[in-house]
């Protein structure tokens, strides 16, 4: 939204395009209210069940544009997991691709004009993150118990150094689900934040708009690449917390 303050400047709201609001009627939002966000998050669902269950639900020798998106998909990620977490971490590839998937099609889903992006909210990327955090420690204690806990330990240091070292991994370690969230959340949010005020600019410039006009198609055009980087980003940093997860003392 843009308009002119009283001072004669430009008032552009960035930030009124992530807000949460209730799909039918209006008032304060609780657990159950339905929303935007539950609604876009439940077409990114149904568009990954459509993609992987339906699209491939044939398996043509042959395939269809729709299976051969999936078969890509499918051999992007399994060789993503298998690189970085080893094949003992094949094991939870079903997991991975589907979160990958997912933020996928959430990601492009939001660059439909009037729709939501659903991970440029924290409490959609933390809840994924946190279950990623969660579930490979639980992992690694169940696989190795105690011994989990070598990971902390560099032994690769000199014996003086490796108490401040411990300290310093156990702060990060307990960081990464902050971090894992935080960086998808930022770039969905602050793509969509700079074409909203050139889009401000377009709008109060009228037909002179010329230059807001090219950088929102240039922004839109990086968003379509930034949108599949983050999703990546979020299922490759996966990977490596599984391959500490399997692999402590690596």
């Known amino acids: 939204m843009a308009s002119e303050d009283a001072t004669g400047g430009v008032n552009i709201d960035t930030m009124h395009q992530f807000m949460v609001r209730p799909l039918f009627g209006e008032g304060a939002v609780h657990w159950y209210t339905p929303t935007n966000v539950t609604l876009w998050m439940g077409i990114a669902v149904v568009c990954t069940v459509l993609l992987l269950v339906m699209g491939t639900r044939g398996r043509a020798i042959v395939p269809s544009r729709i299976q051969s998106v999936a078969e890509l998909a499918y051999g992007f990620v399994y060789k993503m997991v298998e690189d970085v977490s080893g094949r003992d971490g094949l094991k939870y590839f079903p997991y991975i691709m589907s979160l990958f998937i997912f933020i996928v099609f959430a990601n492009f889903l939001g660059l439909i004009p009037g729709a939501f992006t659903t991970t440029s909210h924290l409490a959609v990327t933390a809840t994924m993150a946190l279950a990623v955090f969660i579930g490979?420690?639980?992992?690694?204690?169940?696989?190795?118990?105690a011994s989990f806990l070598?990971?902390?330990?560099?032994?690769?240091?000199?014996?003086?150094?490796?108490?401040?070292?411990?300290?310093?991994?156990?702060?990060?370690?307990f960081v990464r689900p902050v971090s894992h969230s935080i960086?998808?959340?930022?770039?969905?949010?602050?793509g969509h934040a700079v074409m909203k005020v050139f889009a401000g600019f377009a709008g109060v410039l009228g037909?002179?708009?010329?230059?807001?006009?090219?950088a929102i198609g240039a922004i839109y055009a990086l968003e379509f690449l930034v949108a599949f980087i983050q999703a990546y980003v979020f299922a490759i940093l996966t990977c490596v917390y599984l391959r500490?997860?399997?692999?402590p003392h690596h």
């Open 183 to 190: 960086r998808l959340m930022g770039n969905m949010m602050a």
């Open 207 to 214: 037909v002179g708009a010329v230059f807001p006009v090219v």
């Open 136 to 145: 490979v420690t639980v992992l690694g204690f169940v696989k190795h118990g």
């Open 244 to 247: 500490d997860a399997l692999h």
């Open 150 to 173: 070598s990971l902390f330990w560099i032994t690769a240091a000199p014996l003086a150094l490796r108490p401040i070292l411990a300290v310093i991994e156990v702060i990060s370690y």
